[in-house]
Structure formats: C-alpha cells, structure tokens
C-alpha cells in the first residue's frame, strides 16, 4: 500500500513539472506576445508594409544576419490600409542610417517571418520614433503559386486558340518568320 502511495505521488509531481515546462516554454514563443523575460532597452521605429504575411510580435530585426533587435507590435494604419509594424532596436546599433530599407524575409523555406534590414547611405541615423521609408512587403507562397498556375494556363489556352484559329483558315500554326524583306529565309542583299 505504501508503495502505490509513493507512487501515484511520484507520477503526480512529473505531470505538474511537464505542465509548468510547457506553461514555460509556450511564453517564450515570440507568436504568444507574453513573456518572463524583461524587455529590454533600445529606440523604437516603425515601418508600413503592403502585406506582413505571418509575421509575429517578437520575431527577429537583423541586419547582415545579426541580430539587432525584435518586432514589438503589429497593427493596421486605417488611412493606408497598410500594416505598421513597430521595431524596437537594441541601443547598440544607434548608428543605421535613416534611409535604411526594412524587408520581410523567411527563415528557410517554410519558416518562420522575420524582419532584414539594409542599409542605406545617408549621414543621418534612425532614432527613436523614426520611421523607415522604404520596405518590402512579405513573398506570399500561396500568391506565387496561385500566379504561377494562372500564368500556365493562359498560355495553354492561348496556344490552344492560335492552332484552331490557323486549322479553320486552312493555314499551318503560326511561326515567326525570321526572314527578310520578302520573307524568304535570307536577308535582302545590298548592291555597291
């Protein structure tokens, strides 16, 4: 009886230790915009996108693959109907340009959003409440494909109709001709 006892206590205090590991870990997912941690000091900026994609509160601002700050919010510009996401930069990096452009890139090929930055030229620098100009809005998967299979098929039903307009005419499918001035093949001599 005491054995169960120790037991049953046992097994109960290894599913309250993996119930607080899970509560842990899914506060540090950048996606869940709760966390345990501290914010921590920096400027903030903003830039305004066409379309963010899944980009989250929390994810990654890097520049040249270093990783110089984080995502702090997202919300929609009612005006523009565009995407303003909040930047917050570690105030290390104080020296970025303002003319610095902000794209929207992938981790891989299904991975997660992140935010790259580029640098500009300018002998001015972003401080806090700046706002980046120049962005590229997020490659949308779904879209390129969706484009991709369009474009497909209209040239399928475009080639389609050219030979059934060229067999109703008694004529041979369309070529181009890459002759010359009479058609013939070869190019149209010139006499001295």
């Given at each position: 009886m005491r054995a169960n006892r120790t037991l049953e206590i046992g097994t109960g205090?290894?599913?309250?230790?993996?119930?607080?590991?899970?509560?842990?870990?899914?506060?540090?997912?950048?996606?869940s915009g709760l966390r345990l941690s501290q914010?921590?000091?920096?400027?903030?900026?903003?830039?305004?996108?066409d379309n963010v994609g899944d980009l989250k509160t929390g994810s990654p601002v890097t520049m040249a693959g270093v990783r110089i700050g984080e995502?702090?919010?997202?919300?929609?510009?009612?005006?523009?109907?565009?995407?303003?996401?909040?930047?917050?930069?570690?105030q290390l990096y104080s020296q970025i340009p303002d003319d610095s452009d902000?794209?929207?890139?992938?981790?891989?090929?299904?991975?997660?959003?992140?935010?790259?930055?580029?640098?500009?030229?300018s002998e001015t620098y972003l401080k806090n409440g700046s706002?980046?100009?120049?962005?590229?809005?997020?490659?949308?998967?779904?879209?390129?494909?969706n484009k991709l299979f369009s474009s497909?098929?209209?040239?399928?039903?475009?080639?389609?109709?050219?030979?059934?307009d060229s067999a109703a005419q008694g004529k041979e499918p369309s070529t181009t001709d890459h002759g010359g001035a009479a058609g013939k093949g070869t190019p149209k001599e010139t006499s001295k």
């Open positions: 205090l290894f599913v309250l230790l993996g119930f607080a590991a899970l509560l842990f870990l899914t506060t540090q997912l950048p996606s914010t921590k000091a920096g400027y903030h900026v903003t830039a305004a996108f995502v702090d919010g997202i919300r929609i510009d009612q005006r523009q109907f565009k995407a303003v996401v909040s930047l917050r930069i570690d902000a794209s929207i890139q992938t981790q891989g090929l299904l991975g997660g959003k992140y935010i790259g930055i580029g640098p500009g030229g706002t980046i100009e120049f962005t590229q809005s997020a490659l949308v998967l779904e879209s390129l494909i497909i098929a209209n040239k399928g039903s475009e080639s389609g109709s050219n030979d059934k």
